[in-house]
């Protein structure tokens, strides 16, 4: 079954879960890769380069996610957080901690650079995301690099985002003159007179910016599994949840007897259906126990926001329909809609059943993962009390019991023993919990994961679970 999507959709669904994710209004990432194009062509005319600059600014934000838990800890919110430091109204001591965190923008690079490479973006977009942190005077992240080794196009990336981010916060003209402060620190001095000479008129003229993404006949196609990948990285125990859900969901819906083009939509469901957890701080996804009013309902709107995300992907409405039913209950208990019997079908059933099933399957950081047989009687008893339908409840038992997917590595790649080392790993257990669990020692795991970076090419463990998962060598 071929869970794919255009190229541009891919880029438009992963550009909305990096505004979601920085604290920014659904569509940033698009109004920046009109800006960054229209400088972009005003510093050299028409040709490539324009394309690689919509594809930086689309993408810039994309390792976000697999960053976010150390933004949590570093901010309190991640996604609070992240808006104010981008706006300027985050408090200097946190702003000073930010520009120390070294390691979390090498995090953010690998993985947007990953991405691009995963995505066949070539050789330029993935040097500009690896330099949106870096600055003209040299003290940027990750690497402090000097201007000469950062490419134009991050520049430009860079000041499109500043100008459609400070001018919303602050008025177009504050936002000039800040940027104008940064002439030959954070930018090249000549861009910042081109930029200032133009914004007013740019940003009129993203007034009139199409807000639909329509695939592009004969376009080049991707895996829909790389953007719930990116996703589920914003949660170290969400590693590869999608790509169960899409398992266990597809299963059950094929033994309901349903066609082969819905059982497609399921499984692309399955994939972006989580996409608007990235609006929500991993703080509170991180908290045991009943959440408060306040916190419960922004849990609740999480597929609201799944929805809106999506609304511009033409491609993806069907999958979205479904994706933002994984909530509903039976007896109306559910969120967000709060819709009850019969009007949930039997896709919205199967998968909210589905996906049910996948999360008492796993871990979570306040409980152990249920065994099959005490996810089946949980799952039951929830039958029992008018959330689920009962039958398709058994469907998905049925489904999912015969599931044990943990993959044979590729024999040239990674070991048996390094794959299960980076499972355990994706989950977020340390090197010590990893070397409990299989009953080697400390250093055993360093050195496994050392030989684990180097056959993946990446320093960082978002960075291998994201290859791992792309690779087949986790799930």
Known sequence: MQLDISLDGALATIAQVGDLSMGQPLGHSRRVAALARMLAQACDGAGEHLQVAEQIALLRWSGCTANAEGFADLLGDDVDGRRAMLDLTLGNEQMNAVHQATPLAVVHCEVSGAIAKTLQLGTAVEAGLCRVFETYDGTGRPLGVSHEHIPEVAYQVVMAGDLDILTRAHGLDAALRW???????????????LLVANAKTWLADLETLCTKVEPVPEQRRVSLTLVGDVIDLKLPWLAGHSRQVAHVAVEAARLWGLSEPTLT???K?????GLGRAAVSNHLWNSPGPLPYGAAERVRLVPYWTQQALRPVMELAAPAEIATHAYERLDGSGYFRGVAGDALNAEHRLFATSVAWVALRQARPWRSAHDEAAAATLLKQDA?????DNDVCEAVIAAASGERRLRQPKPTLLTARECRILLEISRGASNKQVAQLLAISPSTVRTHMESIFRKLQCSTRAAATLKGLTLGLIA
């Open 179 to 193: 940027i104008s402060e940064q002439s030959d620190r954070r930018y090249p001095a000549s861009l910042v007179s």
């Open 265 to 267: 939509d399921i499984g």
């Open 269 to 273: 469901s399955a994939l972006i259906y």
């Open 384 to 388: 029992g009390r008018g959330l689920f």
